[in-house]
């Protein structure tokens, strides 16, 4: 079946450092990769996407200085939330899909920022 | 612009009973229709999914309804069960696009 893992599942960072989180897609090729956050009492929020062969797209209020995402393969990608601050914390999803209907969730990392 | 409503922002149902949620949309190209459910501390995962060719699609207790024409869908949950108790994400897009828009969840309480 197709999996999606997140790693790691929860974070604590400093204000103002920066935090690396990974998303791994096991039992299909993840052609598009997307980064959601979902800040307290909020709903998801599309970061930016990320297609095989295309520049990676953000959404408004979101920057790649920011949040540099790297989708090297099939299989993986990763994004960083550089220079922290507490309006960054919440749950940060990974969605990967291999170009059908479905896209798939993996568990989120909980970034929470002291 | 808001794409995706859902309705009601919360909702409290006995034991038994069939729990009600509603999604409206706006954009005429979503053509794939998932419902998530997430516990507190996880990400959602994938309920049911309806495609926008089909007006029902069931799968246990769980029953999705769907009107193109009016653009609004509905998840009920037969004999809602206490282990039910979680958020409901409406979650359209078009099918083989990537963008997923969420709503903004209905958390539902399963009362025993």
């Known amino acids: ?114 | 612009q808001q794409q995706v409503r859902q309705s009601p922002q919360s909702l409290t149902v006995w034991e038994g009973e069939t729990a009600i949620l509603n999604c409206s949309y706006e954009n005429s190209a979503f053509d794939y229709f998932p419902w998530y459910q997430q516990f507190p501390g996880e990400g959602p995962a994938l309920l049911i999914s309806i495609l926008s060719v089909s007006d029902k699609k069931e799968d246990g207790r769980f029953t999705i309804f769907f009107n193109k024409r009016e653009k609004k869908l509905s998840l009920h949950i037969a004999d809602s069960q206490p282990g039910d108790s979680a958020t409901y994400f409406c979650a359209p897009h078009r099918a083989g696009g990537y963008k997923v828009v969420f709503g903004s969840g209905t958390r539902l309480l399963v009362s025993p």
Not at chain 1, 45 to 63: G, H, P, R
Not at chain 1, 86 to 109: H, I, N, V
């Open chain 1, 1 to 114: 079946g197709a999996l999606v893992y997140q790693y790691p599942r929860r974070t604590i960072c400093k204000s103002g450092t920066s935090m690396r989180m990974e998303c791994q897609a096991v039992g299909f090729q993840a052609t598009s990769v997307a980064w959601y956050r979902q800040s307290p009492q909020k709903t998801f929020e599309l970061i930016a996407l990320s297609t095989v062969n295309s520049a990676i797209k953000y959404e408004q209020n979101f920057t790649q200085e920011k949040f540099p995402i790297s989708h090297p393969n099939l299989s993986f990608s990763s994004m960083t939330v550089l220079n922290a601050y507490l309006e960054d914390r919440g749950l940060y999803l990974c969605g990967a899909s291999g170009g059908y209907a479905e896209q798939f969730f993996g568990p989120g990392t909980r970034l929470t920022v002291l």
